[in-house]
C-alpha cells in the first residue's frame, strides 16, 4: 500500500528544509531562492469509509468564494478551486473536476482505499491535482496542484513562478514572500493558497506546485484527525470566516537582510519580498509592507554603503517568530535574546503591542 504524509505536515516538513538551507547561508553566501525542498509533496489521499454519524453540512449550499461582506454568516462560505468550493465530499467534489476535463489518475501500486488524484491543465500547463480528504467525513479541506512540466533552469521556473503567482492574485487577492524568498503566501478569511518551486534532488531540474486550503474545512478535518502532532493548529472561525492574517516571513527577511549588509543588496532582498522602500537618506534606509490588517516596518541604520543595524518592527505574533527563530537555529535562554553563531537578534514588544526584532 502506498504511504501518505497529511498535506499540512508535508508543508510543515517542506518548510523547515527550507528554513535549514537558510541556515547555511548564514555563514555562506548563497542565493536562498534557488536551493529548493528535498521532499516531493504527497497528500492524505486514502480513505476508508466514512464513520461519522454526524455531519449536518449540505454540500448544495457551499459557495465558492462568494464576497465576505455580502453576509453576516459566512459559515456556507469556502475557498474554491477552479470555481468548486472545498469542503464538499470528495465524490461531489471528484465529479465536477470531471466535468472540466480531468482525468483519474490510477495508483501506482495496489492500496486498500480510494485516493482522489487527477491529471488536467491548470493555468496553462499539465498538472497532477491531489485532493487531501478528512478522516472521517470524506471531506475535501485542500487541494494539492503539481505541475508535470520540468524547467531546466532558475530563470525559467522563476518566470513561470510568477505566472502562477499572477493567476493566484487575481483569483485570491494578494499575498506575501513566505520561506526566505522561496515561496508566496495567500492567507484569506476563507482560507490559506502557498505557491513554491521545487529543485530536484537529483539532476537540478525545477518544478513548480501550489496548495490550497479551506479554513473551515481544515478545522473540522484537524478535529477529526487520530495524529495531529505534526499538524498546523487550525485558525479560529467566527461567523463562517478564519482570524485575520497575523503572521509573515519577517524571520526569513531579517536573515536575509543579516546576510546582504550593503545598502544597495539590502534593497533588492526588500524589493524581491514586496515592501515598499521609502527614500533613504545619509542616516537610513526604511521600508513597509501592508496587508489588510497586519503591517510590517523595516528600518536600516547605515554608515556610507554599509547597513550597521535591522529593526523590524511587525503586528505579528511573537510566539510564532520565536518558534520561526528556533527553526533556523537560533537558540535562547530567555526568549528575549537569540542567537545563531555570530548573529544576535532581539525580541521585543513596544507600546504598542507590535513585535520588534533588531539585529546589530
Do not use: C, W
Amino acid at each position: 500500500m502506498a504511504f501518505y504524509l497529511p498535506l499540512h505536515t508535508v508543508k510543515i516538513m517542506k518548510k523547515t528544509i527550507t528554513l535549514l538551507f537558510a541556515l547555511t547561508l548564514i555563514s555562506q553566501n548563497v542565493d536562498a531562492q534557488f536551493l529548493k525542498r528535498l521532499f516531493k509533496k504527497k497528500a492524505n489521499t486514502e480513505r476508508k469509509a466514512p464513520t461519522a454519524t454526524n455531519d449536518p453540512i449540505d454540500d448544495a449550499l457551499q459557495t465558492a468564494m462568494a464576497d465576505i461582506n455580502i453576509s453576516a454568516d459566512n459559515s456556507n462560505n469556502r475557498n474554491a478551486f477552479l470555481g468548486i468550493p472545498l469542503g464538499i465530499k470528495a465524490s461531489r467534489f471528484e465529479k465536477q473536476l470531471l466535468e472540466q476535463g480531468f482525468e483519474e489518475s490510477q495508483a501506482e501500486e495496489p492500496q486498500t482505499a480510494r485516493s482522489y488524484v487527477f491529471r488536467g491543465d491548470v493555468y496553462g500547463q499539465p498538472a497532477v491535482v491531489t485532493l487531501a480528504v478528512s478522516e472521517m467525513t470524506g471531506r475535501v479541506y485542500a487541494v494539492d496542484v503539481e505541475e508535470t512540466s520540468i524547467y531546466a533552469t532558475a530563470a525559467d521556473v522563476v518566470q513561470r513562478t510568477k505566472m502562477v503567482r499572477k493567476h493566484l492574485v487575481n483569483t485570491y487577492g494578494r499575498g506575501f514572500v513566505a520561506n526566505g524568498g522561496e515561496g508566496y503566501t495567500i492567507v484569506t478569511r476563507l482560507g490559506t493558497v502557498d505557491l513554491h518551486f521545487e529543485r530536484a534532488s537529483i539532476g537540478g531540474s525545477y518544478s513548480v506546485g501550489f496548495t490550497i486550503d479551506d479554513a473551515k474545512a481544515y478545522r473540522m478535518a484537524y478535529n477529526e484527525m487520530s495524529e495531529r502532532e505534526y499538524e498546523e493548529m487550525p485558525r479560529e472561525i467566527v461567523d463562517g470566516l478564519a482570524a485575520s492574517l497575523q503572521h509573515t516571513d519577517v524571520v526569513g527577511l531579517l536573515v536575509k537582510l543579516a546576510q546582504n549588509r550593503t545598502l544597495p543588496k539590502a534593497q533588492t532582498v526588500l524589493r524581491s519580498y514586496d515592501y515598499t522602500l521609502g527614500k533613504p537618506n545619509v542616516r537610513q534606509q526604511t521600508a513597509s509592507l501592508k496587508l489588510d490588517e497586519y503591517s510590517a516596518d523595516v528600518t536600516m541604520l547605515r554608515r556610507k554603503q554599509a547597513i550597521t543595524s535591522i529593526s523590524i518592527v511587525a503586528t505579528d505574533d511573537a510566539q510564532l517568530i520565536a518558534k520561526d527563530l528556533k527553526t533556523y537555529g537560533f537558540t535562547t535562554d530567555d526568549e528575549i535574546v537569540f542567537q545563531q553563531e555570530k548573529l544576535v537578534v532581539t525580541l521585543t514588544t513596544d507600546d504598542d503591542y507590535r513585535v520588534v526584532m533588531k539585529v546589530k
